[in-house]
């Protein structure tokens, strides 16, 4: 319970990798607010898997892509809560779809900027008032930022590309406030995203190259976040780490 009477707000909490984060986080005492847009019924799902193991938490249904409902996600988590908010968790993002560059125009290309980059800026921008020193912002980039991304996915691995860079640039801002800000760059994640996008003799490809020899599973990811949620990650700020079976190295 090492985060007990802290509160979580988990964009994106509500399946696969949010869902598993929400989960974890919750576990480790933490109230959690959690973010979804278009999956209500995910989202009570994930309520009720929080509540069934003892936790604490609530579900709050926000577009991250608008200012105004960002400041609505912050506000219900400390109308629930309480003013401070301990641990921001940056989730919420997408591939939406393959595009090569011909097939791109900008209605695409800023769509994506604004779902991957523009909406952890913005959920940086609300939260972080509120946040006392010791807190801790965790942001998914991924692998794709590192190394391009597969084909057709320019936009979102540029977007990734960016979250990492912005991790960096807010660790040495937020610093001397005695917040950390780190991000995750998973690999090849048995979830979703991969289901809608992925054939699956790429993915089996791809696991097979891996040292390890398999996916990742989105509880590994809510582990690390765990860790980076509290004190025992105290020296570990604007990181980028990698959690991909060891397919590539930063």
Known sequence: MML????????GGARDIGRAISLKLAAMGANVCVNYFNTKSDADTTLDLIKADGGNAIAVRADMTKMEDCQALVAAAQEAFGDDIHILVNNAGGLVARKKLPEMDLDFWNLVMTLNMTSIFMMHKVTVPHMPKGS????????????GGGGGASAYATSKGAVMTFTRSMAKELGPQGIRVNALCPGLIATKFHDDFTPDSVREMVANKTPLRKQGAAKEVADLVGYLATTDSSFITGANIDINGGLAFS
Do not use: P, Y
Not at 4 to 10: D, E, F, L, R, S
Not at 136 to 147: P, Q, T, Y
């Open 4 to 11: 007990k009477g802290k509160t979580a707000i988990v964009t």
């Open 136 to 147: 801790s912002i965790i942001n998914l980039a991924s692998l794709a930022g590192r190394d």
